[in-house]
């Protein structure tokens, strides 16, 4: 099963929130960048993700966005689920419907699978994906930057407007972790 790019930024931006220490916040653009995919998409997920009260998005000077505490403790299962929506796995229905689709078990065999798909998420909390060794990977995204009070959550009005400015973040105050010096050859 593949699941859609969608489900799979609202995961990586749940990620990137999970490390934050309390009380800090990134902007919505920074997050963006440091996920490698658009602003403009980005803000669609954070706007679904704040919805299902996964993120809280707070605009204003100390504003950002953070990971609610029940968007620290769902499961993942739960929120693939509602990231991804009722979609089959084979589209049945459609444009061109597939003449087996009232009676067919191959149907039933792939909802089936679909689901253990999800139950097998449901042991894992948006938390846990945070620890090591993706934690320290997380951690080495942000970079020093000002933050920009203007770039903060995005309201669904604003869904299709990036901003043109470089991205300034107050998440600025992680540091990449080194990389360990190689041994010196005598
Ligand atoms: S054969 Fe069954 S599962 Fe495949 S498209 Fe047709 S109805 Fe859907």
Not at 27 to 33: G, L
Request: charged share 25%; with cysteine.
């Amino acid at each position: 099963m593949q699941l859609t790019r969608f489900t799979d930024l609202g995961l990586r931006i749940v990620m990137r929130l999970a490390v934050l220490d309390p009380g800090d916040a990134v902007s919505t653009q920074h997050v963006a960048q440091q996920m490698a995919v658009s602003y403009a998409h980005t803000t669609k997920v954070v706007t679904r993700l704040s919805e299902l009260g996964v993120v809280h998005a707070r605009r204003g000077r100390g504003g950002g966005l953070t990971l609610t505490d029940a968007g620290r403790d769902v499961t993942v299962g739960w929120l693939v689920r509602r990231l991804e929506g009722n979609g089959e796995v084979v589209t049945c229905e459609g444009e061109n419907p597939c003449p087996l689709r009232g009676a067919c078990r191959l149907r039933h065999l792939l909802r089936d699978a679909q689901e253990a798909f999800f139950r097998s998420l449901d042991d894992h909390t948006v938390a846990s994906l945070a620890h090591s060794p993706t934690g320290p990977v997380l951690l080495s995204l942000a970079r020093p930057m000002p933050r920009d009070p203007d770039d903060v959550a995005p309201a669904p009005a604003d869904i299709a407007a990036p901003s043109a400015r470089a991205p300034r973040t107050r998440d600025a105050r992680r540091t990449a972790p080194t990389a360990p010096t190689p041994p010196q050859s005598p």
